[in-house]
Every structure is written in C-alpha cells, then in structure tokens.
C-alpha cells in the first residue's frame, strides 16, 4: 500500500473526517497564539520586514482549522 494512502485526511463532513475531529488541533493552534504574535512583534522591532509581511497557509484541512492560524494572526 502506498504511503498516500495510508497518510491522509478523511475526506469530507462525516463522523470520522477530520473537520470533525480536529479539536485537538485547534486547540494546539490557538495555545500557540500569543508565542506567534509576540515572534512577529519581535521581528517587526528588529526592521525584519521591509514593508511586506507574507503569510502562506500550505495546508491542505477542510475544516474550521483551514485558515485559523492566518485568520488570527492577520487580525
């Protein structure tokens, strides 16, 4: 069996996909909130960024989690 197959998310909305089950997660991502944050205003004090700061969401999630790490650190 390939490893594709064998490592991925449960596709969809039902009782075992990852859109609901993904409780964990979310609660590792908003504990990581404030240590994130204070990263960013760090790197900001240091003239890090030029005049752009890019953030990249490469995950692949459909679920409330999808853009909760950008969504928090945008706002």
Not at 20 to 30: A, F, L
């Amino acid at each position: 069996m390939s490893l594709a197959k064998i490592l991925h998310m449960n596709i969809g909305d039902g009782e075992s996909s990852y859109a609901n089950n993904s409780t964990v997660q979310e609660t590792g991502i908003r504990k990581a909130v404030p240590f994130q944050k204070l990263l960013i205003k760090g790197l900001a004090n240091h003239n890090v960024f030029n005049d752009c700061f890019t953030v990249a969401d490469l995950g692949c999630s459909s679920g409330k989690n999808t853009l909760l790490v950008a969504s928090i650190l945008l706002i």
